[in-house]
């Protein structure tokens, strides 16, 4: 019999902190003199939801220059071994063999919720489905629905709209059967429909309320998309009296302050039902503002999830969820239902019923590694996803990341075109002027290389283009995109601050200038185009030394299949001679623009 104890300091799970694993080989020991090492397998049971991360571990047992034969059966003392993705080795010496060496190896399972999701189909248009059909919609989201052109819902929608409105059929309180409601989690295409997935069960889960209380809060990571996403809540939120607010720094402090509440009878207000923000616009108003409270929040949207798990490290989850279950906050008093940080479930616990907190998560590319998702700390989380799970992540955060899979658009064609770094320039140029590949989204890496490009394809002339990085200033943010919305600029050349979420309609081609680093840049970058079912091409230039590493990442994310655009060099030579005379007009104008630069800002 060999023992091996967990160690007692795994932090990870409150109540059940050391577990025995015993194995038992059969038959005995010496039988086998010339085989000396064995895998003995324990399976932990895949129900037990307190940890979603490991859930099979392997004890390897090797047995080093057998004595011979020994009836006695071998009795190994238990030892204490941490938890950890590389065999933990441990030698012990045993009597009637030399050396034993065993080693415990956790092999990663997904858990049953992130490997069996409820499927959403891809192709949005063969899978609409009338809004009549959907289950639980009211009469007024029905008419409202209908008055904003929505006659189907995409199939990302007819799953979850009716999943978030069984939480709340029975009131705010409770979810179905009276239980907690169940954390959601969607992963779906770019394009495919998510915000509304989110908006209409919640302004006609809000509809009702009597008093005003910021009862939904959407954290998005960049105010361009914290705005589009507001704009979508109000226009469904529209004559229900239901007041949304947008926090991401478009007005100034003082006046999104005055936005989130008032004081009447010397009492705070709440003036805000549905809040939309960006994270540190967010924990500012948490800490600065007056009678902005979020204890009788309900629901907690987290868009573009996987990013804002990233940016978990400025803890604006942790802010959020104290603000949340703070004690001593204004409508504990005034409340029956006093709002506890949820522990352990017990009778007691579960009376009063207080306010749950659900939280839903959307992403393209949601990230599918449980340690990472422990950090949002789910309740009982279901998942709805177009991507099939491939196998379970091995051990190491390398292999976890290399074999995420994701899906792409329906109607997205990718290319890649090979070339060099001298010929990019031309061929963008020959993409919008010959092949008339108009309104054009182009990525750069960076906001410099952003710049030189806008300038050079100025001073070339012919094409109406303008930039979308941080070197402008929201406002100027706010009226390019309005202007390439409009059809006033053919080329929009940009960083990856226009690359995720960002919904404008009629954008056939998107090129990625500069390669994408990440899996998940170039998913949300290509997902500008090719939205809502309709269809849209992608290119990306690649340089030599790109090309292998590209593609394999590409096709190992589950591509449905990246083609090979070639421009013939003939086509690019005619464009050569002036292309010559821009690039010397071009060195003189960032000379300038450097100069000037120092000028007005000689510190910088
Ligand atoms: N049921 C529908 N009928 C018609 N158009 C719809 C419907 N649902 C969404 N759309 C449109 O589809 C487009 C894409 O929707 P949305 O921006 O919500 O996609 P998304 O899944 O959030 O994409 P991303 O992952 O890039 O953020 C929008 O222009 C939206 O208005």
């Not at 770019?190 to 302004?203: E, H, I, M, N, Y």
């Not at 410099?448 to 300038?455: C, G, I, K, Y």
Request: glycine letters at 6%; a positive charge.
């Amino acid at each position: 019999t060999l023992q091996c104890k967990e160690n007692p300091t795994i932090q990870r799970e409150p109540y059940n902190t050391q577990r025995t694993l015993q194995c038992k080989e059969i038959p005995t020991i010496h039988r086998e003199p010339y085989n000396t090492q064995r895998t003995l397998q324990y399976k932990e049971n895949p129900t037990i939801h307190r940890e979603p991360y490991n859930a099979q571990r392997t004890l390897t047992v090797l047995v080093v220059n057998p004595v011979p034969v020994n009836p006695v059966p071998v009795q190994v003392d238990p030892v204490p071994v941490t938890l950890s993705h590389d065999p933990v080795s441990v030698t012990q010496v045993v009597p009637g063999l030399q050396v034993v060496l065993w080693s415990l190896q956790v092999h990663r399972v997904l858990p049953q919720w992130l490997a069996q999701p409820d499927v959403i189909l891809r192709d949005i248009r063969r899978n609409l489905v009338a809004v009549g059909a959907v289950q639980g919609l009211s009469p007024a989201t029905l008419k409202k629905l209908q008055d904003n052109g929505v006659t189907s819902f995409f199939p990302v929608q007819a799953e979850v709209v009716p999943a978030v409105l069984e939480c709340v059929a029975q009131g705010l309180l409770v979810g179905r059967g009276g239980y907690r409601p169940r954390d959601i989690c969607v992963s779906a295409p770019t394009g495919s429909g998510k915000t509304l997935a989110f908006v209409v069960p919640l302004v006609q889960a809000l509809i009702g309320r009597v008093v005003c209380e910021v009862r939904a809060l959407v954290v998005l990571p960049t105010k361009e998309l914290a705005q589009q996403v507001c704009k979508v809540c109000a226009l469904y939120a529209e004559g229900s009296g239901l007041k949304v607010v947008m926090l991401g720094g478009q007005k100034s402090f003082a006046a999104e302050q005055t936005s989130l509440a008032e004081q009447r009878g010397g009492k705070w207000k709440s003036l805000a039902d549905i809040v939309v923000a960006t994270p540190g616009r967010l924990v500012d108003h948490i800490n600065k503002t007056p009678g902005f409270r979020l204890d009788l929040l309900r629901f907690l949207v987290i868009d573009e999830a996987d990013r804002m798990i990233d940016s978990m490290h400025h803890s604006w989850l942790g802010q959020v969820t104290k603000a949340v279950f703070r004690a001593g906050s204004g409508s504990e008093g005034s409340s029956v239902f006093r709002r506890s940080e949820p522990t352990h479930i017990t009778a007691a616990s579960l009376s009063p019923p207080q306010m749950p907190l659900q939280k839903l998560l959307f992403s393209a590319t949601l990230t599918m590694n449980p340690e990472k998702l422990q950090q949002l700390g789910l309740h009982q989380p279901r998942l709805f996803s177009s991507t099939h799970s491939g196998p379970a992540p091995s051990a190491g955060p390398a292999s976890a990341k290399s074999q995420e899979r994701f899906n792409f658009p329906e109607g997205l064609t990718e290319y890649f075109v090979p070339c060099t770094l001298s010929k990019k320039p031309l061929l963008i140029l020959h993409y919008i002027l010959h092949m008339k590949f108009c309104p054009l989204l182009c990525f750069t890496n960076s906001r410099q290389a952003a710049h030189r490009l806008f300038l050079l394809v100025r001073l070339f002339g012919g094409v109406e283009a303008a930039e979308f990085s941080s070197r402008l200033s929201t406002a100027e943010r706010k009226h390019t995109l309005r202007d390439f919305q409009h059809g006033k600029i053919q080329l929009l050349i940009c960083t990856d601050a226009a690359a995720r979420g960002i919904d404008i309609e009629g954008i056939k081609c998107v090129v990625n200038y500069d390669a994408p680093q990440y899996l998940r840049t170039y998913i949300h970058r290509i997902g500008r185009t090719a939205r809502a079912g309709k269809a849209g091409v992608a290119f990306t230039f690649l340089l030599d030394v790109q090309r292998n590493s590209f593609l394999k990442m590409v096709e190992e994310a589950g591509s449905a299949g990246i083609k090979k655009h070639s421009v013939k060099h003939q086509l690019l030579k005619n464009m050569a001679p002036r292309y010559e005379t821009t690039l010397k007009e071009l060195a003189s104008a960032i000379k300038v623009s450097y100069l000037q630069a120092n000028t007005l800002h000689p510190y910088e």
